[in-house]
């Protein structure tokens, strides 16, 4: 059985007389080191809805799948894995810019997902059919409850097809692998910024070419390239496009 934990609705959420009523469910989509969570989360605190990246649920099945010694290349032991281990997903305060928190039948394992071995395997994965199936099931039911702001690569075309707002970043190769890049820098001083651009272009022929849900955006999504843009600008661009609709 699984179970998920969240955030109340917050009281923000709700429209008053004197404020217009925000888009309810926001999604968020881009390729990887597209700063869709970085964007999302402070979206999300600006708006004081609750964040969920998604790839945290992805990430914490690979994690799972490598502690119980499962091949990254038998998709019926991993969908299994997916359907029966207990996901706990925490989302943080409405309005506050901490990421969500994530446990794997009781135990936290949000400071595993970014280890390396987690990084490498997580694309391979998260195209197993029987995998996404279960952790979609999982988004849906937590969106269901509350305004949220959703972060992923198929929240707009899968997860949420009916979001009031989808937003697709996109920036080029090169600059997403510099921004990688610098966020390597520290914890793994071995990984060169070459290296970096050659494992997201491996993520992205995976995530492009996967048979169920592949990486593109939705039809009626808000494409906003970000590259040579700051965070702050690319922020003020999708507050924008919220603001639009109120």
Not at 62 to 80: E, F, H, P, Y
Not at 111 to 127: F, I, K, N, T, Y
Not at 151 to 159: E, L, W
Request: charged fraction near 30%.
């Amino acid at each position: 059985m699984r179970e998920t934990a969240a955030a109340a609705t917050p009281d923000t959420a709700q429209p008053s007389a004197d404020r217009p009523r925000a888009p309810r469910v926001i999604a968020v989509d881009g390729s990887a080191a597209s700063g869709k969570s970085t964007i999302g989360r402070l979206l999300a605190a600006r708006l004081g809805y609750p964040f969920l990246d998604t790839g945290i649920m992805y990430r914490a099945i690979t994690w799972a799948a490598i502690q119980r010694g499962i091949a990254l290349g038998d998709g019926q032991a991993l969908s299994g894995l997916a359907a029966s281990a207990r996901l706990d997903v925490v989302l943080p305060p409405p309005g506050s810019p901490d990421a969500a928190r994530i446990t794997v039948d009781g135990r936290d394992v949000t400071a595993d997902l970014r280890r390396p071995e987690v990084e490498d395997a997580v694309s391979l994965v998260s195209r197993v059919a029987g995998v996404r199936e279960a952790l979609v099931q999982e988004q849906r039911e937590i969106a269901s409850h509350h305004p949220i702001v959703m972060a992923g690569r198929d929240i707009g075309t899968v997860v949420l097809p009916r979001a009031d707002l989808k937003v697709y970043l996109d920036a080029s190769l090169k600059e997403r692998a510099r921004r990688r890049y610098r966020e390597f820098a520290a914890q793994r001083p071995d990984v060169t910024e070459e290296m970096v651009l050659a494992d997201l272009r491996r993520r992205d022929q995976i995530d492009s070419q996967r048979a169920v849900s592949p990486l593109r955006p939705a039809r009626d999504a808000v494409i906003v390239q970000t590259d040579g843009l700051s965070q702050d600008k690319v922020l003020r661009r999708v507050l924008a496009l919220v603001e639009a609709l109120q």
